[in-house]
């Protein structure tokens, strides 16, 4: 054990030579996309090929955190993450923010208009590919706990930690820096060119084999507001337990099965999702009763939430710690 300790220590060297790659980012994201192709009903992966022009889920799922610096996409930084309280319910946290913030919008209402984009005839090509790129990546988003985390740590980015000897915070230990301090038994012998997302997505297929179902049941399935609920609670203790500083194996112990769940999750969800839309089915009631009390209190979401690139923005984006 101590030995593949050290060697997921050496990827991690190897791989996490800036700020940067510590996040969720190509390792988390392109292995939710891989989980996700894996589950595909063929109407949707004709679909999915289709408007990717050969790419897969795993090949686009980062594409959202490389635009970040397209002024004509600036608006969809804020789209990356829902920073809730602790036992605060979603509606209630949105209806306690101010009228520009509310207008910022967040994973969810995104996921949302992704959805809609997609579904409408009326959207084109270039639209529909964009939609779709943003909706795989945002639901990948709403699963990392910690894009979902405290507004006062910036979802953790502002809990500073050496890990397993490497500097970060806590929020890249729960991107990329625990899978592979973790797992160190998947990556074992790999070379550094590696598709280490691969790798990692065919260990949670046969780890989690058959467990789909318990992902989409009930009212979680097809419900980002759930999917939201996920992080908070139990799971949130967990997430902010002080044994992150003080015993860091003892914490990875507790802490990277409930990692490893919520990438799993995110890719059976986006699959599902997907497959609800090119089959041209309308959301669950559910949804569409949340959508509705959403509206109440912000507004038509179409008015100022897309999914997509904005013309002559403005703005500019205030500088808030990288999610």
């Known amino acids: ?61 980062f594409w959202a955190d490389t635009i970040k610096s397209d002024n004509a996409l600036a608006h969809t930084y804020w789209y990356h ?6 036992t605060t319910n979603f509606l209630d946290h949105v209806g306690r923010l101010s009228e520009p913030d509310r207008k910022k919008g967040g994973s969810i209402s995104a996921i949302i208009i992704a959805e809609r984009t997609l579904q409408d005839p009326k959207t084109t090509y270039e639209q529909k590919q964009v939609a779709l790129k943003l ?16 507004a006062d740590d910036k979802g953790g980015n502002t809990i500073r930690l050496v890990w397993f000897n490497r500097p970060g915070n806590l929020h890249q230990v729960w991107d990329t820096g625990m899978i592979f301090t973790g797992h160190g038994e998947i990556f074992e012998g790999q070379p550094q060119n590696a598709d280490y997302a691969a790798l990692y997505a065919r260990w949670l297929l046969q780890n989690f084999r058959g467990r789909e179902s318990d992902v989409l049941k009930g009212p979680t399935r097809d419900n980002p507001e759930a999917w939201l ?34 990438v799993y999750a995110a890719g059976v969800r986006i699959a599902d999702v997907l497959n609800r839309i090119f089959a041209n089915a309308a959301p669950p009631n559910m949804q569409l009763e949340f959508v509705k009390r959403l509206e109440m209190i912000v507004g038509r979401l179409a008015d100022f939430i897309t999914a997509g690139p904005r013309a002559n923005q403005g703005e500019r984006r205030e500088r808030y710690l990288e999610y």
């Open 1 to 61: 054990m101590k030995g593949l300790l050290r060697r997921g220590l050496g990827i991690c060297s190897i791989l996490f030579v800036s700020a940067t790659a510590w996040g969720w980012g190509s390792l988390g994201h392109r292995t939710t996309g891989a989980i996700a192709d894996s589950f595909l009903s063929p109407q949707a992966r004709t679909a999915v090929q289709q408007l990717l022009r050969g790419q897969s889920l795993a090949d686009v799922a």
């Open 81 to 86: 993450f829902e920073n809730v309280a602790d």
């Open 229 to 262: 609920r996920e992080s908070q609670g139990p799971q949130r203790q967990l997430m902010y337990d002080r044994r992150y500083e003080t015993n860091q194996s003892q914490y990875q112990d507790r802490a990277l099965p409930v990692l490893d769940q919520r």
């Open 135 to 150: 909706l795989v990546h945002f639901i990948g988003d709403l699963h990392q706990p910690f894009h979902t985390g405290r």
